[in-house]
């Protein structure tokens, strides 16, 4: 199974940018989407941007336009957050979805089933 790792987070002011990036060791043959997911303290965790084996991205609403999800020749996944607000503030995590996988969060088309260990980011205003 795929293992995740994801780095980059920290504090910034509002208007600022991070850059987030996921690095996938283990067994990545049957991974078909790669996805960042936030958690705020006391909501619930929500997609934020994935991109599929086809190259397709998503976004949610409310990160379209300032966030930008890429991958290098390397098979590390980023999250370019600009223009960065208060309501961003969240712990992110990497996320993989696996075929055929029954379990896990949905966001778009896919079901995201393994989970890095996360990262902070703060948002001052």
């Known amino acids: 199974q795929v293992q995740l790792a994801e780095s980059g987070g920290g504090s910034v002011q509002a208007g600022g940018s991070l850059r987030l990036s996921c690095a996938a060791s283990?067994?990545?043959?049957?991974?078909?989407?790669m996805g960042w997911f936030r958690q705020a303290p006391g909501k619930e965790r929500e997609g934020v941007a994935s991109l599929d084996s086809d190259g397709n991205t998503n976004y949610a609403s409310s990160v379209k336009g300032r966030f930008t999800i890429s991958e290098d020749n390397a098979k590390i996944l980023y999250l370019q957050m600009n223009s960065l607000k208060p309501e961003d503030t969240a712990s992110y995590y990497c996320?993989?979805?696996?075929?055929?996988?029954?379990?896990?969060?949905?966001?778009?088309?896919?079901?995201?089933?393994?989970w890095g260990q996360g990262t902070q980011v703060t948002v001052s205003s």
């Open positions: 996320a993989a979805a696996s075929g055929g996988a029954w379990y896990g969060l949905w966001f778009g088309s896919y079901r995201y089933n393994v």
């Open positions: 283990g067994y990545t043959g049957n991974t078909i989407s």
